[in-house]
């Protein structure tokens, strides 16, 4: 199978391509034209293509003249829109990095052309796939916990301001931690309610934290609060709130209660910790289910099969809408409806 890597520019695509590269039944092409045009200092191009030890072209014309079977998106959140109407043009089916998109209407077109060219589109939360949240999946379907009434959920991280810090440029990012962070919590809570789009929006946010960075120009603490019709209401922290030199990026949790029970879920807890003397810094060990490589497992599969993989575009589209409706709601200090 033909896998093509577009663009370099999300964090994750160093790990994508690794993954891809190992596979026996997968041929892996690359291309990051607009890998030229970043920042100094960050690796992009041929250059990152040469360290991974990837197949690479400069352009997109020669990646999808190559025929892809499927593409990754990796590119940086405002470029999703044209490469994945690209892909379903040229037939091929999409895993798109998250947020699907930074504009809602961008998302519906997106979701419209790969349904209109019969290719599969499937948003990357690779969170969806832990073990945790599978067990705690497969007790809210049982009706362990009773009728849904609450959930807090938080997606920490460390600002994104080293070798890809286009993330804390609304320009390309659409945001700041709120489009980053709030989705991927949003995807778990849908999942859960089996796709109820939220009715309501509540979100503040501010520039506090990391206020020394000039180069930021977009919010790095948010809470997002979310009412869905079932009757379930929940709480999202989003903010980059992890210390620059913590010994990881970061992590989720979310907890959930119900009338009859409550349960919590950590999936990046399974680790081993300490510190490093002789270049004194922590250490963090994760061990455990490979979350990207349950991910790609399922898009793949889903392309060898013919059955759709989840979460798809739709998936994507709801919970962009959550982002939209709450930096609307930060900016104007109201509650938005859905």
Not at 208 to 223: M, N, S
Not at 246 to 264: H, K, N, R
Not at 316 to 335: F, K, M, N, P, W
Request: aromatic share 6%; charged share 20%.
């Amino acid at each position: 199978m033909k896998i093509g890597l577009l663009s370099f520019a999300h964090v994750h695509a160093a790990g994508y391509a690794s993954l891809l590269r190992e596979m026996p039944d997968i041929e892996l092409l690359c291309a990051d034209p607009d890998g030229a045009n970043g920042p100094a200092g960050e690796v992009r191009g041929r250059a990152f293509a040469d360290e991974l030890g990837v197949a690479y072209v400069d352009t997109y014309d020669e990646l999808f003249a190559w025929g892809p079977d499927a593409v990754v998106v990796c590119s940086e959140n405002t470029r999703h829109r044209d490469l994945v109407l690209r892909a379903a043009a040229e037939g091929a089916h999409v895993l798109c990095e998250k947020p699907l998109a930074t504009t809602v209407a961008d998302g519906d077109a997106m979701v419209a052309a790969c349904r209109d060219a019969g290719v599969f589109l499937m948003t990357a939360y690779p969170v969806r796939f832990s073990p945790q949240f599978a067990a705690l999946k497969a007790l809210v379907d049982q009706g362990g916990l009773g009728h849904l009434l609450l959930a807090t959920g938080t997606n920490n991280g460390q600002i994104p301001v080293g070798s890809r810090s286009w993330f804390t440029d609304p320009e390309l990012s659409g945001g700041g931690a709120m489009a980053d962070h709030v989705v991927h919590v949003a995807d778990l809570l849908d999942a859960l309610l089996g796709g109820e789009q939220a009715t309501s929006v509540r979100a503040v946010s501010n520039r506090i934290l990391h206020a020394d960075k000039p180069q930021v120009q977009a919010e790095t603490g948010g809470l997002v609060s979310v009412s869905y019709p079932g009757g379930l209401n929940a709480t999202i922290d989003c903010s980059w709130s992890q210390p620059d030199h913590a010994p990881t990026w970061g992590g989720l949790t979310l907890e959930v209660v119900g009338t009859e029970a409550s349960a919590t879920i950590d999936p990046f807890a399974q680790h081993v910790d300490g510190f490093n003397e002789a270049t004194r810094n922590g250490v963090w060990l994760s061990y455990g289910v490979d979350l990207d490589r349950s991910m790609l497992d399922a898009f793949l599969d889903g392309v060898r099969t013919g059955v759709a993989p989840q979460p798809d575009g739709e998936v994507g589209l709801r919970t962009l809408r959550i982002v939209a409706a709450a930096q609307e709601s930060a900016a104007a200090g109201t509650v938005v409806a859905l």
